[in-house]
């Protein structure tokens, strides 16, 4: 096992790492930008190093000052989180070829899968259904609408060095195609400095499922259950649950095959998920998968019992998996609920600032992974996320029960929250019912926006 870990990151993602390491034994050294300096969970870190300023550029995405501080401190090995540097193929390849290891997957996975229609041709190789789009990199205007007119509209522009719920457009008919390419091409380009796009048919209404994978540098991999992550605003997820409930056993069984078939090609290790979307006939078509540990990976920790970043480092340590397939067992009910900085009222904006008042929910199956504390400001150059709300329960009636009970007792105040927008969701029938998909919230909830 390493003496000592480095955690590329910050906020709640920081403190999570810094908390598997204590457990583990392991000294963990943080890092902060200038805007951080202040921030409560360094202190509960064995060092805190400053990396620069508070811009991203000049911080947690600036691989010289990483390096620099990973040797400054001595580690062994560097935690990326999510977010920032986490899925960037070059940084997990400088780590290593300046002996750090990397607590992530293999460089040439991450690389490989980075690009989403690498990713689909590796999926087919797995014989794991894709969403039906014109493969093999860019189009061009008169490939996209040929393909759009095989698959039929509407169809869903993406870019291909896409994230983060950006880069997406639907196209409804043939009229709009050439103008929607183009600003997709652009929207690509300002975005991710690459102007690539291709199509995909758009489903109708789909749920997002995803399958929480772990596999260590030997070549064991397995499945740690599904997820199902449907409830988003604009791409962007706001409540996380597991498993996927309305799913037939041999439906999850089967997405949970596909995903370790998936890694195994690849030769990934680590832990990783491999997102799906689910149509109404339950048929599931892989979109993407995620190089990371994901800021809904809790819900699956509840109800498998595995703690998901202590594997991490064990497996990046070369400790073997040792758990079997058949001890992954998913018991009851988990929910996670996104606590972001955000006036809901105002389109979401960031609502950065000082948190004056704080009451933390507790009681049985509650978890609350944040790194705030009333008297901490929340600085404005980072995203939103304070806190990540979790509950189980034995079902999911009684989970969504406990949230309901738990976001009533959270108090977050001198800030706008996303609390309001929860607690509505928790007492909507369409929700308890477990009727939703990827398009609810912006076609039922907030049809204005
Ligand atoms: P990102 O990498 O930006 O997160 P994804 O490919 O994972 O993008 O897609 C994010 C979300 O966009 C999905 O969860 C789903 O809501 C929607 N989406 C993506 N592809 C399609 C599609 N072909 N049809 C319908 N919705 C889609």
Redesign the pocket.
Known sequence: MFQRILVANRGEIALRVIRACKELGVEVVAVYSQADRDAPYLALADRAICIGKSASTDSYLNIPRLIAAAEVADVQAIHPGYGFLSENPQFAEICRSCNFEFIGPPHEAIRKMGL?TEAKRIAAEAKVPS?P?SDGGAVSDADALRFARAIGFPV?I??AA???????R?CRDEASLAGALQTARNEAEAAFKNPSVYL?????R?R?VEVQILGDVHGDVIHCWDRD??L?RR?Q?LVEEAPASYLPIEVRAKLGEAAVRLARTVGYYNAGTC?F?VDADNNF?F??V?ARIQVEHPVTEMVTGIDLVKQQIRIAAGEPLGIRQEDVVSNGHSIEVRINSEDPDHDFRPSPGKITGLRIPGGPGVRWDSHIQAGYSVPPNYDSLVGKLIVHAPTRPEAVARMRRALDELVIDGVKTTIPLHRTIFRNKDFIEGNVD??WVERVLMPQG
């Not at 896409?162 to 997406?168: L, Q």
């Not at 995909?200 to 109708?204: G, S, V």
């Open positions: 989403k969403v789009g869903l993406k870019a896409g994230g983060g719920g950006k880069g997406m639907v995909e048919k758009y489903i109708d789909p997002h992550c449907s988003q791409h997820k997102e979307l078509y979109i993407e995620n990827t398009t």
